[in-house]
């Protein structure tokens, strides 16, 4: 391998801080409003401490090197550096991941609501793509776009996009993504609608997806695992 896991974290930290240097928007998922000022929370649900009491460790998160375990029903392992794991990156607007894939593993179609992502290819093929938004025509269809990726190649998912990774190789393939937010989120789109707490009631599905509803009861009885 050409190109170290250490450099090619600094390139795609570096690539997200010089698009947008913080967070645009919230970091969390929602706030509701409180009347009561004791019960009130920092938006970005981080308190920041004493800078007095700071250490380098709190800037420093190992193991990126390590493969995660592909060994689940999709055949992939996201391991975040969110600011839930790397304290240091609190309103620095900036994270990344190490995706592995085992032969013919999947990142199923996903969005992360709160940033672009940067992808880099280390090792192996991957099919990638994404989807857009809703056009204002409505004669015209979403529009999908998709590469096969080779080692070295980068290829970008914009924010809130619906976009996915599959390993269309016979061998494992390693990937780094870089992030313009201290925590994007992910939202795993057949997770969340068939397999959401409380189920999403069936019959809205059936109207939705134009299918029986025996189908959508098969569905909601999977298992559903998230790879965030």
């Known amino acids: 391998m050409k190109m170290g896991f250490g450099l090619c974290a600094i390139l795609l930290v570096s690539w997200a801080s010089i698009a947008y240097a913080s967070d645009p928007g ?4 929602f706030c509701v409003a409180v009347p009561d000022s004791s019960s009130a929370v920092f938006v970005n649900g981080k308190f ?4 007095n009491m700071v250490v380098a460790d709190d800037f420093l998160r190992q193991g990126l090197n390590n493969a995660g375990n592909t060994s689940n029903q999709l055949g992939s392992a996201v391991t975040a550096v969110n600011v839930n794991q790397l304290p240091g990156l609190n309103t620095l607007g900036v994270s990344l ?6 032969p013919y593993g999947i990142n199923p179609p996903h969005t992360h609501p ?3 992502e940067a992808f880099l290819l ?8 994404f989807v857009t938004s809703n056009p204002a025509d409505p004669a015209q269809k979403n529009k999908l776009f998709t590469k ?3 080692p070295g190649d980068v290829f970008v998912f914009p924010q809130g996009l619906i976009h996915f990774q599959f390993n269309v190789g016979k061998t494992n ?5 870089g992030f313009g937010s201290q925590n994007p989120g992910t939202i795993t789109i057949a997770n969340a609608v068939f397999g959401s707490d409380p189920k999403i009631n069936p019959d809205v599905l059936a109207k939705a997806f134009q299918v029986e509803k025996n189908i959508i009861d098969y569905l909601q009885a999977q298992f559903w695992s998230n790879n965030n």
């Open 26 to 29: 919230q970091l969390q998922d």
């Open 48 to 51: 920041c401490k004493d800078p």
């Open 97 to 102: 991941a190490r995706l592995d894939f085992a």
């Open 114 to 116: 709160r940033a672009t």
């Open 122 to 129: 280390m090792e192996g093929t991957l099919y990638v793509g």
């Open 148 to 150: 096969y990726l080779y």
């Open 173 to 177: 393939a390693v990937a780094f993504a």
